[in-house]
Nanobody, 122 residues
């Protein structure tokens, strides 16, 4: 059974930072492309970032590319999302995902975590 468990969400003021973690088990972590998505109330789940198997390639949605950094540690079976200069519009539930094709679309994910809430106050 595959498990993706996010942590690190919470409350932060605008301009602050958070680092999300996603610990994976039950799959060969290094063979999976990993990504982050988010979903705000009343909106569809949207792509945030993904990272390839080796960590050499990263791709971000335009609204976060100068503020967020995705990384992975294959020895720890963990993917991270460092979020800086947070804005109220970043408020959402953030989900970790794993797949075998570029994770820029929700349908590319084979597995999902349970999500972690990020709330940015103004």
């Amino acid at each position: 059974q595959v498990q993706l468990v996010e942590s690190g969400g919470g409350l932060v003021q605008a301009g602050g930072s958070l680092r999300l973690s996603c610990a994976a088990s039950g799959l060969t972590f290094s063979s999976n492309i990993m990504g982050w998505f988010r979903q705000a109330p009343g909106k569809e789940r949207e792509f945030v970032a993904y990272i390839n198997r080796s960590g050499a390639f990263k791709y971000y949605t335009d609204s976060v590319k100068d503020r967020f950094t995705i990384s992975r540690d294959n020895a720890k079976n963990t993917v991270y999302l460092q979020m800086n200069s947070l804005k109220p519009e970043d408020t959402a539930v953030y989900y970790c995902a794993a797949g075998q094709t570029p994770l820029s679309e929700r349908r590319a994910a084979n597995y999902w975590g349970q999500g972690t809430q990020v709330t940015v106050s103004s």
